[in-house]
């Protein structure tokens, strides 16, 4: 921990009493709490104080690691669809295959994680994805232990440990097949060592075809090279699946280890203290196997080496016994245990949620956490394990991994089936994260709020269209913002907007965004002004289509349902002023009379109203310009109305 010189008069802010765990964290948005030490100026002696500094975490933003985000995504939403009515051998096959699955991805992204360390030139970059393969290698091994444990418990427990370590413990092949490849693989000086480690490893058949490339090479030691090819052959391997009795094994093997013994006590390979060696391991020697730390390398490579050739029928009921042992016998007791020890003995123990609980405290990984304690679950191995607060362990496990995918740009979508499949409080959490999305684009918006719409979550789907909407009128995409107001069913808003498109045609004499007006269709009802616009709009295809009375009727109607605003009846008269002068007569005497009614209230109104309400928007009679339009719409509509009395007093003979 570096010690370093602060000011003693900074303020310390306590951390979250949710990350009270410090360390290396790895969890997608998750927080990374460092601790350093430092000890202020002028303090006495060993008066130490914490510093805790925190970093937001990077690694989500690891184009590798969203892989994995990903493609465990698939396999979590496949896992969720398995049916409960299944037969419970079919079941725990698929449970087992969805492991494997897992282990898979984990693998994957190992294998280009420490590619692309090898390629960089970056030592920061390639310090940074060691870390990350360092981690991944212990999820690895933590992930397939518990699936041999707890998911595959069938068939021979040895069997499956001794695949775990030889899948974990493959540097001895990488050796192997460099020695292979030299000239002289005999005499390599890594022979001896591939050769023990083989037989650590319980892989007798590759000892037996490198002893016999050592026999080539001493033809005089043909007999002890001979002898112990034999022994190597006549082990047996306790399979509980097997036609083979445990009463009929265990006669076996002890015959098999009493030859062994034999050849110990009678020194029958001390001309080649190799094959001695050999010899030791097989009879069970624990010194000798200890004497190959270096080989071993861990006190879990140690456990199941000495189940093999000790306890080969162990049972599941003793494993923690045989762990804690070998722990104890490897690890230098000076030494304090590993993080991934305790979690390997936890295992090992068969506690579940003691593995779970290490595993987040070590790791701060909500990924491996949430996917493992999901898979658990489903095989029934936690159903009675609930948090106090009222969600089940899985869950609130899958709600802080999903709750940290919202923190990435383009990961929160795989959040929100991990929401979905969160009973009691996914649904809460979903809601809440949803309204915390930042909306930078439209095609953004339109992704969430299609969730929200899936879910019916409609005060989420409101809050979005607002947000779209106010934004679009901002930058004065009044279209946008009219559509985006009226999927919120907001009728004080699409009011506003409509005000805005009505102001901007009086300006410009066009209407903006025609493709959107002419197919509002029953969206127009959501409010007066939106259904005034949608109607005004129409008398002008009325207009362009020389279907004039329709026009005329619908113009008339705009302004005697008081749909229009008082502010916009000298348009509506103004876009009269053609039909009413017109060759043909299109308004009735009747229809002027309105007309004329229209008019009069509206000059009325202009005439009465003081100077503080002249500024009002219903209000327009307010320049002289006005005034003249109002002369020349009286003289228009006293022509139409003459013009309409004769046509309709004319009988035609």
């Not at 940074?128 to 690895?140: H, K, M, R, T």
């Not at 939106?530 to 005004?536: A, D, E, I, Q």
């Not at 329709?550 to 916009?568: G, V």
Request: glycine share 4%.
């Amino acid at each position: 921990m570096e010690e370093v010189d602060v000011d003693p008069t900074i303020t310390i802010i306590p951390t979250s009493s949710h990350v009270k765990h410090l360390g290396f964290a790895w969890g997608p948005g998750d927080i990374l709490v460092y601790e350093t030490l430092y000890k202020p100026s002028g303090a006495s002696g060993s008066s130490k104080t914490f510093v805790h500094e925190v970093r937001k975490d990077e690694d989500i933003y690891s184009p590798i690691l969203r892989k994995l985000f990903n493609e465990s995504h698939h396999i979590f939403v496949g896992l969720q669809t398995i049916r409960e009515e299944i037969p419970s051998n079919k079941k725990k096959s698929q449970f087992v295959s969805i492991s494997k699955n897992y282990r898979s991805v984990i693998r994957a992204c190992i294998e280009e994680l420490q590619q692309v360390a090898v390629n960089t030139k970056d030592s920061a970059v390639c310090t940074q994805y060691g870390n990350q393969v360092s981690i991944l290698l212990a999820i690895e091994l933590i992930w397939n232990l518990c699936e041999v444990l707890f998911i595959d418990a069938a068939g021979s427990l040895l069997l499956h440990l001794l695949d775990w370590v030889r899948l974990h413990k493959g540097e001895v092949d990488e050796k192997a097949a460099h020695m292979l490849q030299s000239e002289s693989p005999a005499e390599h000086r890594d022979y001896w060592d591939v050769v023990v480690s083989y037989v650590l490893q319980g892989r007798l058949e590759e000892v037996r075809q490198l002893l016999a490339k050592q026999a080539t090479l001493q033809p005089a030691a043909k007999n002890i090279f001979k002898l112990m090819d034999n022994l190597l052959s006549k082990m047996p391997f306790y399979n509980p699946g097997g036609a083979q009795t445990p009463t009929e094994f265990d006669v076996k093997w002890r015959h098999w280890h009493g030859e062994v013994d034999c050849c110990v006590q009678d020194n029958s390979f001390a001309s080649n203290p190799h094959l001695e060696v050999i010899c030791k391991i097989l009879v069970g020697d624990e010194d000798t196997m200890l004497a190959h730390k270096e080989l071993l390398g861990t006190w879990y490579h140690f456990l199941v080496t000495r189940l093999l050739y000790c306890h080969p029928t162990v049972k599941s009921t003793e494993l923690h016994f045989y762990a804690q042992s070998c722990m104890t016998m490897f690890v230098d007791p000076r030494s304090v245990p590993e993080a991934l020890d305790s979690i390997l003995l936890a295992a090992f123990e068969f506690d579940i949620h003691q593995v779970i609980k290490d595993c987040s405290i070590a790791l701060n990984n909500w990924w491996f956490v949430a996917h493992l304690t999901d898979l658990l679950d489903h095989c029934q191995l936690l159903q009675s394990h609930n948090l106090h607060f009222g969600s089940n362990l899985r869950e609130f496990l899958l709600l802080e991994y999903a709750s940290g995918l919202f923190t990435h740009h383009s990961l929160w979508q795989l959040a929100v089936d991990y929401f979905d499949h969160c009973q009691e409080f996914g649904r809460v959490y979903l809601e809440l994260q949803m309204e915390r999305i930042p909306l930078d684009t439209e095609r953004k918006a339109l992704k969430v709020l299609r969730i929200c719409e899936q879910r019916q979550m409609s005060e989420q789907v409101r809050s979005i269209c607002k947000i779209m909407a106010m934004r679009a009128l901002r930058n004065n995409r009044l279209g946008s913002a009219l559509s985006w107001s009226i999927r919120a069913k907001d009728a004080a808003f699409a009011t506003l907007i409509s005000e805005r498109f009505l102001q901007d045609y009086c300006a410009r004499g066009t209407f903006s965004d025609l493709d959107l007006i002419d197919n509002l269709g029953p969206a127009m009802l959501l409010s007066d002004r939106l259904t005034f616009l949608g109607k005004y709009r129409e008398f002008h295809k009325l207009y362009g289509e020389k279907r004039l009375r329709e026009a005329a009727k619908l113009l008339l109607s705009l302004m005697t349902a008081k749909i229009a605003p008082r502010s916009f009846w000298v348009t509506l008269l103004t876009d009269a002023l053609p039909l009413l002068e017109y060759k043909e007569v299109i308004f009735t005497s009747e229809q002027t009379y309105e007309l004329i009614f229209c008019l009069e209230q509206l000059t009325s109104t202009s005439s009465n109203t003081t100077t503080a309400a002249a500024s009002s928007t219903d209000t327009p009679m307010q320049d002289e310009d006005l005034e003249a339009k109002v002369e020349l719409l009286r003289f228009a509509l006293a022509r139409n109305l003459a013009m309409a009395i004769i046509n309709e007093g004319t009988v035609e003979v």
